[in-house]
T-cell receptor, first 112, second 116 residues
Framework: GENVEQHPSTLSVQEGDSAVIKCTYS??????FPWYKQELGKRPQLIID?????GEKKDQRIAVTLNKTAKHFSLHITETQPEDSAVYFC???????????FGKGTSLLVTP | ETGVTQTPRHLVMGMTNKKSLKCEQH?????MYWYKQSAKKPLELMFV???????ENNSVPSRFSPECPNSSHLFLHLHTLQPEDSALYLC???????????????FGPGTRLTVL
């Protein structure tokens, strides 16, 4: 079936460094790509999303890029801080609709 | 209460029990979702209720039965579960304008289910 692959599964960076998480998807009809952050013991929360009519979107220290031809999208976090430590999930919508397919998640650890 | 709420937050049940999970959204949304979150696995979409249709993941066993009496409430009825069904069950809601539309999904805190 349609799926979303996410890499790496774990990522450790030092405070102030950048972190990059990459995802690929297989559904050609996908046109909405959200990223969710889930802190330990808490619910997933949307941090940024991108739609297929743009190639890049930025919100302060986080940015997402999309390459529709290659079916790749990536999350970039700059100037990482310890509070960025969490599990990050990428997702792609199924068949241009409202149901989402999620990646397996990336556990990001930012060490002081 | 605001946002998406779920009860109970924790549930331990035997394989022969019948229980129900409840979700309520206070956001005025018209779509509600059930997800299963297991360790080292993607968030798995189980069921969606939206625009008067129900969409289900065909891989979900029949021992899970959803019910959506109105746009604000969603239930997941559980019966004769297996230990491998132990997981965090998350509810979410969103506002959907049409079948080919999408919007942010807001998640509840989840129910941590343990099947003995």
């Amino acid at each position: 079936g349609e799926n979303v692959e996410q890499h790496p599964s774990t990522l450790s960076v030092q405070e102030g460094d950048s972190a990059v998480i990459k995802c690929t998807y297989s559904d050609s009809a996908s046109n909405y790509f959200p990223w969710y952050k889930q802190e330990l013991g808490k619910r997933p929360q949307l941090i940024i999303d991108i739609r297929s009519n743009v190639g890049e979107k930025k919100d302060q220290r986080i940015a997402v890029t999309l390459n529709k031809t290659a079916k790749h999208f990536s999350l970039h976090i700059t100037e990482t801080q310890p509070e960025d430590s969490a599990v990050y999930f990428c997702a792609a919508n199924l068949n241009s609709g409202y149901a989402l397919n999620f990646g397996k998640g990336t556990s990001l650890l930012v060490t002081p | 209460e605001t946002g998406v709420t779920q009860t109970p937050r924790h549930l331990v049940m035997g394989m022969t029990n019948k229980k129900s999970l409840k979700c309520e959204q206070h956001l005025g949304h018209n779509a509600m979702y059930w997800y299963k979150q297991s360790a080292k696995k993607p968030l798995e979409l189980m069921f969606v209720y939206s625009l008067e249709e129900r969409v289900e993941n065909n891989s979900v066993p029949s021992r899970f039965s959803p019910e959506c009496p109105n746009s604000s409430h969603l239930f997941l009825h559980l019966h004769t579960l297996q230990p491998e069904d132990s997981a965090l069950y998350l509810c979410a809601s969103s506002q959907v304008a049409a079948v080919r539309s999408y919007n942010e999904q807001f998640f509840g805190p989840g129910t941590r289910l343990t099947v003995l």
